[in-house]
C-alpha cells in the first residue's frame, strides 16, 4: 500500500525557514515524479512545484521562485521542500503527492 508521510511544519517568524520532507513507502520512489501542494485557510489546494524521478527536473510555482527548492534522496525515499525567507502568505497545510497518493499534511505557520 502506498503512503506518503510529511514532517517538518511548524511555526516561523517572516523570514524565517523550514525544511519539510515526504517519506514515501509502497511505491518506486526512484521512478516517480513528486509533486508538492499547499491549502492557505479558506483556500483551494494550490500547486508549488514538481520534481521528476531523477530529481533533474523541477518547475516551481512563480511566486516561490527563489524561496523554496524541491529536492529528493532516492537511497531513501524521500522528498524534501526547503523553504527560506517565508512569508506569512506562505502559511497554510503542506501536502505531498505522488501519481496515485497523497499525504496527511503538515502545518506551516509563519507569523510574527
Known amino acids: 500500500q502506498e503512503q506518503l508521510v510529511e514532517s517538518g511544519g511548524g511555526l516561523v517568524h517572516p523570514g524565517g525557514s523550514l525544511r519539510l520532507s515526504c517519506v514515501v513507502s509502497g511505491i518506486t520512489f526512484r521512478g516517480a515524479g513528486m509533486t508538492w501542494y499547499r491549502q492557505a485557510p479558506g483556500k483551494g489546494r494550490e500547486w508549488i512545484g514538481f520534481?521528476?524521478?531523477?530529481?533533474?527536473?523541477?518547475r516551481l510555482l512563480e511566486s516561490v521562485k527563489g524561496r523554496f527548492t524541491i529536492s529528493r534522496d532516492n537511497s531513501k525515499n524521500t522528498l524534501y521542500l526547503q523553504m527560506d525567507n517565508l512569508k506569512p502568505e506562505d502559511t497554510g497545510v503542506y501536502y505531498c503527492k505522488s501519481q496515485n497518493a497523497w499525504g496527511q499534511g503538515t502545518q506551516v505557520t509563519v507569523s510574527s
Open positions: 520534481i521528476g524521478p531523477s530529481g533533474t527536473a523541477t
